[in-house]
């Protein structure tokens, strides 16, 4: 009762106001993307990778430079408001958009800065959480976990938007809720202490090995995952033939499985460790893509999703935590190295579901969500087999 308490006052309870609105304001704009682009634009399945490709090569550029300008002294808060302006701009644009090239637009030079948000976040928030004490692997689960609680209800009120009312309100409520997180962030939000970072502007402390190699396994299970999000819609609704309002249920069910698993994972972890941790969420994946493969009904869909909440629900909640703990001098720039495997991942993992989905059926890009976690799990064991001494991972260690 206490951390709750400590979770909902002060900075702490801002944060997670910030953190949960504009998740709210992505999930009227990031779910229905590949159904909005496919069943409203026209484009063939093949073009979503086109789409992803760019987008996030641009976006990868423009939050490791916004992310990098923290870590060199500048203000997080004007960065992060500028951020969520490209959520409004972004939204306005796509309810205008009537063809492919329209919103690839939008996506290459929008999006890039509305994505940059999550990076930013990631880093106010850890930033927060060095600066005042807190276990930062716990501040960081349940400022996630206020992600998961907000997208039990976004994306299905996304879908039932576009079903009901059309693509072009449901970005407007994106609009909507992307303005209220201006309004918080401008009344509440404090500016984050940057001394310390202005003292030594110019001092450059090399990322460990063992971020990129975090980042790799990172990537390969968001590859896993990207592509059975963004197939998920179309195998419910072109398949299987489910209303449009389905996909949106499930994506709710998951978030709803998460956010117990999230705050739990953080206790696991320092029991076990956060890799041992991670790779048992990788586990509940294979396992749930192996049975995704053979679901034929809404109520198997529905049982699965409890074993795709305890996956992504430790992937998300410790991925993070573990690369900023091998960078403690530059958090800024392992929060977009994470967010940017991210992105590749989704990159990769929605452009080879555009390829295969249009040549062998929606139902075969489960296989590579299948394949990519398999490796992300042999990775994430041979990591664990090179550093099995090495006590840093315990919550217990001296980097919070």
């Known amino acids: 009762m206490r951390s709750i308490g400590t979770l909902f006052s002060g900075q702490n309870g801002v944060l997670f106001a910030i953190n949960s609105v504009t998740a709210l304001a992505f999930a009227f704009i990031l779910p229905v993307m590949s159904l909005f682009l496919i069943t409203e634009l026209n484009a063939p399945p093949a073009y979503l990778g086109i789409y992803t490709t760019l987008t996030a090569i641009i976006t990868i550029i423009v939050s490791q430079t916004l992310t990098g300008l923290i870590d060199k002294g500048v203000s997080s808060k004007p960065l992060f408001m500028f951020a969520v302006f490209g959520i409004i701009a972004s939204a306005v644009g796509f309810s205008f958009a009537r063809t492919f090239w329209h919103a690839l637009l939008i996506g290459c030079t929008l999006m890039p800065i509305a ?18 004490g807190q276990n930062s692997a716990k501040l960081n689960s349940q400022m996630r976990s206020s992600v998961s609680l907000l997208w039990i209800i976004g994306p299905p009120m996304a879908f039932i938007s576009v079903d009901k009312l059309g693509f072009t309100t449901n970005y407007y409520l994106s609009v909507a809720f992307a303005l209220a997180v201006i309004l918080i962030v401008g009344l509440r939000l404090e500016n984050p202490n940057v001394t310390q970072s202005k003292i030594q502007p110019q001092q450059k402390s090399p990322l460990a090995k063992e971020v990129w190699q975090l980042a790799f396994i990172i990537l390969l299970a968001n590859i896993g995952n990207s592509t059975y999000i963004n197939g998920m819609p179309l195998l419910v609704t072109q398949e299987m033939g489910l ?8 994506f709710g069910l998951t978030a709803a499985v998460e956010i117990p698993i999230m705050l739990l994972a953080v206790n696991w972890a320092q029991r076990w460790g956060k890799p041992a941790v991670i790779r048992a969420g990788f586990i509940a994946a294979v396992l749930f893509y192996s049975g995704m493969l053979f679901v034929q009904s809404m109520p198997a869909l529905i049982a699965l999703q409890v074993l795709n909440g305890i996956f992504f629900g430790i992937f998300v909640g410790l991925g993070v935590t573990i690369m900023q703990d091998y960078a403690p001098k530059s958090i800024g720039k392992a929060s977009a190295i994470y967010t940017n495997a991210m992105l590749v991942g989704t990159m990769i993992g929605t452009s080879s579901m555009g390829i295969i989905s249009q040549y062998f059926g929606y139902r075969m890009i489960l296989i590579s969500s299948l394949c990519a976690i398999l490796c992300a799990l042999v990775m994430l ?20």
């Open 243 to 250: 209303p449009t309002s389905y996909p949106g249920f499930l």
């Open 381 to 400: 064991s041979l990591f664990m087999l090179s550093h099995q001494t090495d006590n840093q991972y315990k919550e217990s260690s001296p980097i919070r």
């Open 115 to 132: 994505s940059s948000s999550i990076p930013l976040i990631l880093t106010i928030v850890r930033k927060h959480a060095d600066n005042s």
